[in-house]
């Protein structure tokens, strides 16, 4: 018969309890609006014992950011098989499974939350741009970008930063159209940057002959001609 004894948790198995607690937590509400007591009871544990593993909600709440950017930065991982609008599209989709189960959190990492301009904070956020930056260049099997790539890359992780911001705010535009767009976005930003350089065109032309004719690069191709005729 069981005597019903729960186990007493390690200190770090309490630190990651309560890390997973409060970005929980954060996920449904802005993490200026969860309190400790909330977490301490979420977790079944008093609020000093709380700041017996944290020294205030500051730490805890950039430890929570920082298992969020891990997490964030992990959706951009994808083998390297088949063509790159569809490798795209599966990052995208669960680029955007991420900040439709983690919408205030999300946010609270992009923006700073209550920890806005310090250098933790900022940290995460450009280690989440950094890895995703990364993962795209292996994407393209380029090791040193050209300048031009360089801006084509960040500047196309930005964008989705700021259309997967604004989607939250009402989510107005249904999700599935929003990472097609983006996917196309990418396509748009290469090409643009390509009639400007040589060794862009070489590149864009290479991932362009290895798309299938169904593909989300065909398919904006398909679009643009509707539009011009």
Known sequence: M??????????????????GVALELFSRRS????????????????RPLVYHYFPGKLSLYEAALQRAA??????FVEPHEG????????????????????????SALMRGGPAVGSSTTNAL?????QAAYVQILSHLGVTDPPARLE?????????AESTALI?????????????????????????VSAAYDTEMGALLRRIFKEEPADGPFADLAGRLLTLAT
């Open 2 to 19: 069981s005597t019903g004894v729960r186990r007493r948790l390690g200190v770090e198995e309490r630190r990651q309890q309560l890390i």
């Open 151 to 159: 801006l084509v890359v960040r500047s196309w992780i930005s964008l």
């Open 167 to 191: 989607w939250l705010d009402g989510r107005r535009i249904p999700r599935e159209e929003l990472e097609s767009q983006l996917v196309h976005d990418f396509a748009a930003l290469a090409s």
């Open 83 to 106: 063509p790159l609008g569809a490798r795209l599209h599966r990052v995208m989709g669960r680029y955007f499974d991420f900040v439709d189960e983690h919408g205030p959190g999300f």
């Open 31 to 46: 993490p200026d609006e969860v309190s400790i007591d909330e977490i301490a009871s979420a977790a079944g544990i008093s």
């Open 125 to 129: 956020v450009d280690s989440v741009r």
């Open 70 to 75: 891990d997490e964030l930065a992990a959706r």
